[in-house]
């Protein structure tokens, strides 16, 4: 394209049968060009991209789509450069799909990429390299980069390249981190460990959030830093250690992870919903289009996956908890009962995370005064059951369990309170925030030949 003008000052020194020339081979290098920017998909549809599974990028003059299914060759979805690829790029931020940056991808590599074939042989290692950051969080050679946004001129970001700002492009991030003048001085490492973080908690849990921008902030003294959740501070505190310790990138990506595993479920939006549907849609079809929208929501799924996640409990293994509300949509449509239900398929799950080293499950239970005050307090409205607990009743079963934690806290275990299955979700919560780490486990979560030992009782 940038030949043209050449091509018409070459021609206006020679003679008309000269321009004439020229002019007829202006026309076909513009139909030359169009394949660099064009695609079996028109420019109004990028909708294709909800199938793939990363975009491979080198800057913004090329990209690469691809599907990927465990076990399988990734497949090509598109190839472009130039202005296609600019978009696809941009799609694929919109779609908070994962970009990588591969320094050997230019323009004479997309022959081998051909849309709808697997990918050439000489791309295997490159692109295993780059899957295998995606699924299994393991640190692979350079050429290799998470892409976190591009920015106003033109050129993608890596993780290891300092601090993002995601406003301009964004809006207001769901998790960002404020430093002061010590702690900024190593954004790099920051930055490189909080991947690693961010990764290991998508791993842990099933929540995948963007990468975490690293302000450096002057109004906080040097040491100091702020967690924020959607812009509104969650945590500030101090890390007070020597600035060569390595331990101080460590403490500060530690306490983030603490909150995200508290308050991750507070992030889980549709976007997110949306986005594990769509990698179940890719293996089981049948199941997806069973719910939805025919009888159960986005909205009710969403509410079922934050409970869970608010209970610190893993959504990663979408298709399973999908099953258990197909199977209990005709008893009821509620999301909190429909999360119970959820629970009791999960219940040796539960036992594995909650038993000691001897396979005890050690459980703090309720007196029967008090289940009975607790149960009285269980209202129902509507159809909609919530707990009416007086002030001063809750204020006395909050001091009688921390008096029976106290008591169990000398035999140097970990115990869960457990409770009758119409009691359980309404417990979790009156405890959730004085006690943060405490699970509330129900008799009917309680798997076969699990032995429980009771180490308290809850009585006032």
């Not at 961010?198 to 830093?225: C, D, F, M, N, W």
């Not at 610190?312 to 449509?333: C, F, G, K, W, Y």
Request: some cysteine; proline content about 6%.
């Amino acid at each position: 394209m940038s030949m043209s003008p050449q091509t018409g000052k070459v021609a206006s020194k020679t003679s008309r049968k000269g321009e004439q020339k020229a002019s007829a081979a202006k026309k076909p290098s513009k139909k030359a060009a169009s394949p660099r920017t064009s695609s079996k998909v028109s420019d109004d549809d990028l909708g294709f991209l909800r199938r793939a599974e990363a975009v491979l990028v080198n800057g913004l003059e090329v990209a690469v789509a691809l599907a990927y299914s465990p076990g399988s060759t990734p497949v090509v979805l598109c190839a472009e450069q130039g202005r296609r690829a600019e978009r696809i790029v941009w799609a694929a931020q919109t779609l908070s799909l994962p970009i990588l940056e591969i320094v050997q991808l230019d323009a004479e590599q997309l022959p081998l990429f051909e849309p709808g074939r697997e990918i050439h042989e000489s791309w295997y290692r490159i692109a295993a390299h780059a899957l295998s950051m995606l699924y299994k969080s393991t640190p692979v050679p350079e050429l290799v980069r998470f892409v976190r946004l591009v920015d106003g001129r033109g050129r993608p970001r890596s993780f290891a390249t300092g601090a993002v700002e995601f406003e301009d492009v964004l809006g207001t991030p769901p998790v960002s981190v404020e430093l002061g003048a010590d702690l900024s001085q190593h954004v790099a490492e920051l930055n490189e460990t909080m991947e690693h973080m961010r990764q290991r908690v998508a791993l842990e849990t099933g929540l995948v959030l963007p990468p975490i921008p690293l302000k450096a902030t002057a109004a906080l003294e040097s040491q100091r830093y702020v967690i924020k959740f959607r812009d509104v501070p969650l945590l500030e505190g101090e890390i007070d250690l020597p600035i060569d310790t390595p331990e101080r990138l460590y403490a500060l990506q530690n306490r983030l992870k603490q909150l995200l595993h508290r308050h991750g479920w507070e992030l889980l939006g549709y976007l997110e919903v949306e986005t594990h549907l769509e990698r179940v849609r890719k293996e089981n079809a049948g199941l997806v289009q069973a719910l939805f929208p025919a009888q159960f929501s986005v909205s009710g799924l969403r509410q079922v996956l934050r409970n869970l996640l608010r209970e610190q409990l893993s959504i990663r293994d979408l298709a399973p908890i999908l099953e258990v509300i197909l199977e209990n949509l005709p008893r009821s449509t509620d999301p909190d009962l429909l999360t119970e239900c959820v629970r009791i398929a999960y219940s040796r799950s539960l036992y594995q995370k909650f038993r000691d080293d001897e396979g005890y499950l050690n459980a703090i239970v309720f007196d029967s005064a008090v289940e009975r005050t607790l149960l009285d307090a269980v209202t129902d409205t509507g159809g909609v059951r919530w707990m009416d607990l007086p002030p001063d009743d809750a204020l006395r079963v909050l001091q009688a369990l921390e008096t029976a934690l106290k008591q169990v806290s000398r035999l140097n275990i970990t115990p869960v309170v457990l409770s009758s299955p119409a009691l359980r979700r309404f417990v979790a919560r009156l405890v959730e925030d004085v006690f943060p780490d405490l699970a509330v486990l129900s008799y009917s979560e309680i798997a076969p030949l699990t032995e429980v030992r009771s180490v308290g009782t809850i009585r006032y």
